[in-house]
């Protein structure tokens, strides 16, 4: 498994512990990940094995082998993916965070543009995977660990 294929599936096994909520004060320093990644499996699975993500597309089936993928690597794991435009999914997640109501675990956009107002609202989570800092990246998102 690659580098990026092994933070990704942390990051996202993470994130099912770590939904937005407005009490963690997401505009904090980032939260720097210690464990290993069987060890978040094995936390993820404790808290109920189901991560939620939203991935922008156009086909409904465009991610079932990103499901297919993750809960190969992670029996007992359970991926809701939901595939759409990025258009409809940022209204909704604006919608969840006017709300409180947030149970999206992880969101992948096309449109960038909503990730800085995110940011700038508390909206996103500074988390750093173990092995950030070997990453290469001059994006200032990134860096921060967004």
């Not at 505009?27 to 189901?50: C, F, H, M, W």
């Not at 449109?111 to 001059?138: C, Q």
Request: charged letters at 20%.
């Amino acid at each position: 498994m690659s580098l990026f294929n092994s933070l990704f599936l942390s990051v996202l096994v993470a994130s099912s512990a770590l939904a937005y909520s407005p009490q963690l004060g997401f505009n904090t320093k980032p939260l720097v990940e210690t464990r290993s990644l069987d060890q978040i499996y094995e936390a993820a699975l404790k808290e109920g094995g189901t991560v939620t993500v939203w991935h922008g597309g156009d086909e409904k089936t465009q991610q079932n082998s990103l499901k297919t993928a993750f809960e190969a690597r992670f029996p007992g794991m359970t991926l809701n993916v939901t595939v759409d435009l990025s258009k409809y999914h940022d209204v909704n997640i604006d919608r969840q965070l006017a709300t409180k109501d947030v149970y999206v675990d992880s969101i992948i956009l096309q449109t960038l543009h909503d990730y800085p107002r995110w940011k700038e609202e508390g909206a996103i989570l500074n988390y750093k995977p173990v092995g950030f800092e070997s990453m290469l990246s001059k994006s200032v998102y990134i860096m921060e660990g967004s």
